[in-house]
């Protein structure tokens, strides 16, 4: 299932009033809800998808609090929005919801399908973007300006493919900046991190890495600072999947040569 524009939302929701409820969500929001997840990969499904939001109708909470689990403990995943609901208040099932899933949001459905609940859902999903959506102009402003002397020291480490060192560097540069283009600092060493556990023949280090990655670089316009963040991300992804299409047993065969250096400009 493809969206024109890449923004979904994943339901947990079987009830029809409530499906409606969350499709007209996404109308105003212009995405795409995805109703189904193979559960055997959530995270790694997940951290592709990127949702603006997780919705859980409390009614099936026995049956997914597994997946919400995993999706909320890992760091691939675990900053996405979760919003829960249900047909009433009750403490029992309030206090499960905050145990099972953490739950940022918890709004009564019969109020919503009314028209009697402000902010609306559409409106809970963008308020819980908030800060993301504010950081988006900050983080174009900063890929605007030139790029730090410690961060092409990175750069130069990981195309000597010195990609611990490249960490180190990187990881100082992300905690010496304040502003969102430390996020890139981050996806790219995270990257790094994943080529080196592929040269140690670590499949599952590896894989971890790529999919923290993603929701650090996937939201960086096609260049910043100078860097071609569009093609660090196509080499990433081509790398990523030859390495899935070996798999664990045949990691060791990896073709070294698609560990492409980063092009950048200073």
Known sequence: MTSTNGRKIIAFIQDAPLRQLVEKAAAELEAEVVWSLDTTQVVKQVAEI??????????????????????????????????????????DIIR?????????????????????????????????????????????????QPMRPLVK???????????YECHETLETAWMEESGPVRDMYRGILQVGVAYYQIQRGNYNGAMKMFLRSLQWLEPLPDQCQGIDIAQFRADALHAR??????GPEHIKDFDRSLLKPITYEV
Request: hydrophobic letters at 45%; charged letters at 20%.
């Open 50 to 91: 990127r949702p603006l939001a997780i919705l859980v109708h409390l009614a099936l909470l026995d049956d997914v609090q597994h997946v919400i689990q995993a999706l909320r403990t890992s760091p691939a995943t675990r900053r996405i929005p979760v919003i829960a609901f249900d047909y009433h208040f009750d403490d």
């Open 153 to 163: 020291r990175g750069l130069e480490e990981f195309n000597a493919g010195e990609y």
């Open 241 to 246: 999947l030859a390495m899935e299409a070996l």
């Open 96 to 144: 499960q919801a905050a145990v099972t899933i953490y739950h940022d949001w918890y709004f009564n459905a019969q109020d919503a399908i009314a028209g009697n609940m402000r902010p609306t859902l559409a409106g809970m999903i963008r308020y819980s973007l908030g800060e993301t959506e504010r950081d988006s102009q900050k983080l174009f402003d900063q890929c605007t």
